[in-house]
């Protein structure tokens, strides 16, 4: 076993197997899996519908930012123009009241430094009507920009609720059948309880059922066979119906003892009469 141990491990650090890749792959993709569920169940599509909204405001902030820097620029590019144009004219105001005193010099240096200002005025016109283009770009951007926003918006909040609706209606639905989680907990109480009480009946019935065959004894001595409980019947109507003639007997008896009783009197006193009354011997 050591031997064949040792060829192994061999085989792994000279590169001919590699059994530890094959698992860490799988391992990879159980992770990645378990992981990409438990991400689904977490998620929730009005939480991502709000924070791409938020992104979406974020990026219009930044253009419009762009606008009012292009914007800038461009003013201030304006600002420089207007000062390179007075400049100009003062120049050649400059000119012409040097030639008007013969000054012909100043005349010319003059002109020359106009020259070299109309040359800066035409750079910053060049670099005006390129950022007024560019601005122009971002502003028609950041229009349609707005108006995809707002689209998204009114698409968000729809989205929002038809899910918000659906989600209500699915867990009534779910309350409703009994198949949600807290329903079914419910459902499956009662259906245990149901199953006990059913349970405990069929026993008491089948006990009863087998103490009335005497299949099983009562140590009580309170539970009767049917056999004995018809006996015990038949017998107390027999002891009634022998006491009701009894009683008969009686009352029948104890009418003829009183009717003879009387009878015996009225005898009796009809011999004792002639005993009572004094006989007289004739002479």
Do not use: C, W
């Amino acid at each position: 076993m050591g031997s064949v141990a040792e060829l192994e491990l061999e085989s792994v650090r000279r590169g001919r197997a590699k059994p530890m890749s094959g698992v860490m792959k799988r391992m990879g993709m159980i992770f990645r899996a378990k992981a990409n569920k438990a991400l689904d169940r977490a998620e929730d599509p009005r939480e991502t519908l709000d924070y791409s909204y938020q992104k979406q405001l974020e990026l219009l902030q930044k253009v419009r930012r762009g606008v009012a820097d292009v914007a800038t620029s461009r003013k201030r590019l304006e600002l420089q123009l207007n000062q390179l144009q007075q400049q100009s004219s003062k120049l050649e105001d400059q000119g012409r009241k040097a030639l008007a005193l013969g000054r012909e010099d100043l005349a010319r240096e003059a002109l020359s430094r106009k020259a070299a200002l109309q040359q800066q005025v035409t750079d910053l016109e060049t670099q005006h009507a390129t950022l007024q283009g560019e601005e122009e770009k971002l502003t028609l951007a950041a229009q349609r920009l707005q108006a995809k926003v707002d689209a998204f918006r009114t698409k968000k909040e729809t989205i929002k609720a038809t899910y918000t609706a659906a989600q209500a209606q699915t867990r009534i639905g779910e309350a409703f059948s009994g198949i949600s989680e807290e329903m079914g907990d419910v459902g499956l109480a009662i259906q245990r309880a149901e199953d006990k009480t059913a349970q405990l009946q069929a026993r008491a019935g089948a006990i009863d059922e087998l103490l009335a065959s005497g299949a099983l004894d009562d140590p009580s001595g309170m539970h009767k066979d049917d056999i004995q409980a018809e006996l015990d019947r038949l017998s107390g109507g027999t002891d009634v119906e022998l006491e009701l003639q009894r009683m008969k007997a009686e009352l029948a008896g104890g009418t003829t003892d009183r009717q003879a009783i009387e009878g015996g009197t009225g005898q009796g006193q009809s011999q004792q009469q002639p005993q009572d009354t004094p006989r007289f011997d004739k002479q």
